[in-house]
Structures are given as structure tokens and as C-alpha cells.
């Protein structure tokens, strides 16, 4: 069974630092490209970036709201996703998923979420 | 960027209806469109993928269509567990990007 387990949600104060964790069970992280998607309260879902597979080299792409302060990264000998944050906004504050990506098409598998909130 | 915009932005609805929820890309993006129900505190789920394929284990009610710029989710006979929010999603861009969803409640 494919599972994604997220975790290293908290309160930060703006401009602090954050790592997100995503375990994934049930399959070989490696093979798959993986993304981060976020949801602020009360408002729809947005992109944030994405870790290709192996075979494309862990290449990322990121979102333009978070370019330059987020950075994907994972280690595959530990079937983890991380997300990295640094110099958070106030505009941060969100439920993070974690996704699994079939094929580099669609989002099949979604992690429970972790909520960051950066506040003062 | 490609914006998708979603009408309508909320509906109500019986048990037993036919449910249309269309969506629509800012510019031309084939068939890379994918559609997602989310419940109230839980993960979105991938219902249909690249405009019209049903994700397995999704039941047959649904389905989409679609291409170009213009796309459609139809719930055929809408049950209990189907109200929450819609999102369509665009894989054609460098960017993706999700509807602003439209909600399903209960009339």
C-alpha cells in the first residue's frame, strides 16, 4: 500500500526556517517525481515545486511565490521527500502535502498534510 | 502563467443529481487537465486524469471531457460522499496550476 507521511510542521516567525519531512512507503521513491502542494486556510491549492526521478537527474522546479527560498531535495536510501523553507512569509502559512506524481502527469497518492504557520 | 477559472464557484445539490462543474485555461492546453475532490480537513483525491481517463477505484458516475480550453466534470447521480470541493488542475505548463474550486453542498 502507498503511503506518504509527512512531518516538521510548527509555528515560525517570519523570516525563520523550516524542513519538511515526507516518508513514502509501499513503492521505490527513485522511480517517481514528487511535489509539494500547499493550502493555505480556508483557500484553494497551489503548486509549490517538484523533484523529478532519477533518471531525470532529481532536477526541480518551484513556484515563483517561493523561488529562491524553497528548496526540494530528497534521499532515496531513506524513501524521503524534504522541502526546505527559508526566509518565511506571513503568505507561507499553509497545509503542506506531500504528492506522489504519475508519470510526471497527475498527483495519484497524497500525503495527510502538516500545517506550517508563520506568525510573530 | 496558465490561470484556470472554475464555474460555478459553489453549488447545492441533491442526492441523485446530474452535477456539471466546467472549467476553463487561460490558453490553449490540449488534454493536460486533471480533476480532484477534497472533503472538509482530508488530502484531495484524484478522480480524473489528462481530461477524461476515470483514476481506478474512482466510481463510473464520474466522468470529464474536454480539450483545448475548455473542460467539463459531470457527477451522474450525486451521493453522499461526493460533496466537498472540486479543483481542476493543469499540467501543460512549466507552472502548474489548480481552479479556484467550486464547493457541493447539500440543497
Known amino acids: 500500500e502507498v503511503q506518504l507521511v509527512e512531518s516538521g510542521g510548527a509555528l515560525v516567525q517570519p523570516g525563520g526556517s523550516l524542513r519538511l519531512s515526507c516518508v513514502a512507503s509501499?513503492?521505490?521513491?527513485?522511480?517517481?517525481?514528487m511535489d509539494w502542494v500547499r493550502q493555505a486556510p480556508g483557500k484553494g491549492l497551489e503548486w509549490v515545486g517538484r523533484?523529478?526521478?532519477?533518471?531525470?537527474?532529481?532536477?526541480?522546479d518551484y513556484a515563483a511565490s517561493v523561488k529562491g527560498r524553497f528548496t526540494i531535495f530528497r534521499d532515496d536510501s531513506k524513501n524521503s521527500l524534504y522541502l526546505q523553507m527559508n526566509s518565511l512569509k506571513t503568505e507561507d502559512t499553509a497545509v503542506y502535502y506531500c504528492t506522489r506524481v504519475h508519470h510526471g502527469d497527475y498527483f495519484d497518492y497524497w500525503g495527510q498534510g502538516t500545517l506550517v504557520t508563520v506568525s510573530s | 502563467d496558465i490561470q484556470m477559472t472554475q464555474s460555478p464557484s459553489s453549488l447545492s445539490a441533491s442526492v441523485g443529481d446530474r452535477v456539471t462543474i466546467t472549467c476553463r485555461a487561460s490558453q490553449t492546453i490540449t488534454n493536460y487537465v486533471n480533476w480532484y475532490h477534497q472533503r472538509p480537513g482530508k488530502a484531495p483525491k484524484l478522480l480524473i486524469y489528462t481530461a477524461s481517463n476515470l483514476q481506478s477505484g474512482v466510481p463510473s458516475r464520474f466522468s470529464g471531457s474536454g480539450s483545448g480550453t475548455d473542460f467539463t466534470l459531470t457527477i451522474s447521480g450525486l451521493q453522499p460522499e461526493d460533496f466537498g470541493t472540486y479543483y481542476c488542475?493543469?499540467?501543460?505548463?512549466?507552472?502548474?496550476?489548480f481552479g479556484p474550486g467550486t464547493k457541493v453542498d447539500l440543497k
Open positions: 509501499g513503492f521505490t521513491l527513485s522511480v517517481h517525481y
Open positions: 523533484s523529478r526521478n532519477k533518471p531525470n537527474g532529481y532536477t526541480t
Open positions: 488542475q493543469q499540467f501543460y505548463g512549466m507552472e502548474l496550476t
